[in-house]
């Protein structure tokens, strides 16, 4: 099993929709979890961390599932700008942020 | 004035060349690492420094050589490389020893072609 598995999509979407990614991570001790988003070329900016009650940020709400082991990410009311691929990222060690585990990321391209 | 920068953007060396990458970063950071992007596969952790001191080496073969003469300069020396090689490369810097969901900001990455 992967370390963090993720759906690769391409998902895709109209402008409006609701989407939402699934990661799934191997190491039960995991700390701490976060979203990264990378633009096509572009290097990986951080989208929002994972909390253990779930976080929001505006339009994106992130989740957290300890005893299933996986993390979500959903976006409501998909804007062309989100078209990006979304990175699941988990740091297995408690405060030791040099290793992170990184998912091969989810595509996702928002139609007009 | 970008937080983290990479030069060059791109490289194009061939495999009996030898080439340094370079990254610096204006945030104040204490932890540099250097990563490798290639298609079809997670980002792959190389090195990581933390108050300029080597704290991981992940099995990177030694035609990678980094180098880190203070906290805001990371270099990645390269020399004898081979066509598998060929990546983007991402520095990314963090402050270090802080617990959780602490932010790694990425440089734009130096998109290497090795022929």
């Known amino acids: 099993r992967k370390e963090v598995e993720q759906d690769p999509g391409p998902f895709n979407v109209p402008e409006g929709a609701t989407v939402a990614f699934n990661c799934t991570y191997s190491?039960?001790?995991?700390?701490?979890f976060f979203w990264y988003r990378q633009d096509c070329r572009k290097e990986p900016k951080l989208l929002m961390s994972?909390?253990?009650?779930?976080n929001e940020d505006g339009r994106f709400t992130a989740q957290l599932n300890r005893a299933s082991q996986y993390i979500s990410l959903l976006i409501r009311d998909s804007k062309l700008s989100d078209s990006a691929t979304y990175l699941c990222?988990?740091?297995?060690?408690?405060?030791?942020?040099?290793?992170?585990?990184w998912g091969l990321g989810t595509s996702l391209a928002v139609n007009p | 004035e970008t937080g983290v920068t990479q030069t060059p953007r791109h490289l194009v060396m061939g495999m009996t060349n030898k080439k340094s990458l370079k990254c610096e970063q204006h945030?104040?950071?204490?932890?540099m690492y250097w990563y490798k992007q290639s298609a079809k596969k997670p980002l792959e952790l190389m090195f990581v420094?933390?108050?300029?001191?080597?704290?991981e080496n992940n099995s990177v073969p030694s035609r990678f050589s980094p180098e880190c003469p203070n906290s805001s300069h990371l270099f990645l020396h390269l020399h004898t490389l081979q066509p598998e090689d060929s990546a983007l490369y991402l520095c990314?810097?963090?402050?270090?020893?802080?617990?959780?969901?602490?932010?790694?900001?990425f440089g734009q990455g130096t998109r290497l072609t090795v022929v």
């Open positions: 994972v909390y253990s009650s779930g």
């Open positions: 990314a810097s963090s402050q270090a020893n802080i617990p959780v969901n602490t932010e790694a900001f």
């Open positions: 190491n039960s001790a995991s700390q701490s």
């Open positions: 420094y933390n108050f300029k001191e080597q704290t």
């Open positions: 990222v988990v740091n297995p060690n408690a405060g030791n942020n040099r290793k992170l585990i």
């Open positions: 945030l104040g950071h204490n932890a």
